[in-house]
C-alpha cells in the first residue's frame, strides 16, 4: 500500500506567479486535507475534502488559494499572485472514513511541497 | 478553546537513554484524541502514537508510549533506549469529535547525541 504522494516536493517562484500542488492521497482513504506549515511552527490547517465535497475552509485561506478535488481521488492547491509570505511547507494528508464523532481518524502526511517564494 | 502546549523548544539526550517529551492540552469536550508525530528534516509528517480519552489504558507503539493523565491534561511520548535516528521534530496534536481538522503543538526539537 503507497502512502500519500505530493508534487512537486520543491517549487521556486516569483512573486505574483501562480503555483499549484498535487496530492494523491492513501488509496482507499476518502478524507483528504491540506495543511501549512512554517518554519519553527506546527502546522496549520488550510481545508477539508469527504469525497470531491469541500466541507471546511479555514480564515487562513484567502480568496488566492482555492483547493480542488474533482473525483475524490488526488487534490491540487492553487495559489494564485503569491506573495513571498506564502512560502512555507504546504502539507497533505489523508484518513480513512469513520463517524464524524470518532475523533481518531488518523491522519497521514505526505511528505509535503515546500515553497519558496521571491 | 482548544490548546495543545509544549513547553520544550529542545532537547538534547544521550543516545540509548529514555526520553520524556511533555505536551499539555485543553479541550472542554470529554471526547478527544490525542496523537504524536515525528518530522525528520525532510519534512514529511510522521504518525508514531494515538490516545482516545476514553482509552483505559496507556498507548504503547514499540519503543514509544503515552504517559496520560487525563486529570492534569497532559499526554507525554515516553522513547524507550533512543536511537540517533530518533532525532527530529515531535509534534503533538488533538481532535475532538465533529472537527476535521488536527490542533498542533508547536513542537520539540530532539536530538540524540551518540
Known amino acids: 500500500d503507497t502512502g500519500v504522494s505530493q508534487d512537486p516536493r520543491h517549487k521556486i517562484t516569483k512573486r505574483g506567479q501562480n503555483v499549484t500542488f498535487r496530492c494523491d492521497p492513501i488509496s482507499e482513504h476518502n478524507r483528504l486535507y491540506w495543511y501549512r506549515q512554517t518554519l519553527g511552527q506546527g502546522p496549520e490547517f488550510l481545508t477539508y475534502?469527504?469525497?470531491?465535497?469541500?466541507?471546511?475552509k479555514s480564515r487562513l485561506l484567502s480568496d488566492r488559494f482555492s483547493a480542488e478535488r474533482p473525483k475524490g481521488s488526488f487534490s491540487t492547491l492553487e495559489i494564485q499572485r503569491t506573495e513571498q509570505g506564502d512560502s512555507a511547507m504546504y502539507l497533505c494528508?489523508?484518513?480513512?472514513?469513520?463517524?464524524?464523532?470518532?475523533?481518531?481518524?488518523?491522519?497521514?502526511f505526505g511528505p509535503g511541497t515546500r515553497l519558496l517564494v521571491l | 478553546a482548544q490548546k495543545i502546549t509544549q513547553t520544550q523548544p529542545g532537547m538534547f539526550v544521550q543516545e540509548k537513554e529514555a526520553v520524556t517529551l511533555d505536551c499539555t492540552y485543553d479541550t472542554s469536550d470529554p471526547s478527544y484524541g490525542l496523537f504524536w508525530y515525528k518530522q525528520p528534516s525532510s519534512g514529511e509528517m510522521i504518525f508514531l502514537i494515538y490516545?482516545?480519552?476514553?482509552d483505559q489504558q496507556n498507548a504503547t507503539e514499540g519503543r514509544y508510549s503515552l504517559n496520560f493523565q487525563k486529570a492534569r491534561k497532559s499526554a507525554n511520548l515516553v522513547i524507550s533506549a533512543s536511537q540517533l535516528g530518533d532525532s527530529a521534530m515531535y509534534f503533538c496534536a488533538m481532535r475532538e469529535p465533529f472537527n476535521y481538522q488536527l490542533i498542533w503543538g508547536a513542537g520539540t526539537k530532539l536530538i540524540i547525541k551518540p
Open positions: 490516545q482516545g480519552s476514553y
Open positions: 494528508a489523508s484518513s480513512l472514513a469513520g463517524p464524524r464523532r470518532d475523533p481518531e481518524m488518523t491522519q497521514y
Open positions: 475534502f469527504q469525497n470531491e465535497a469541500q466541507l471546511e
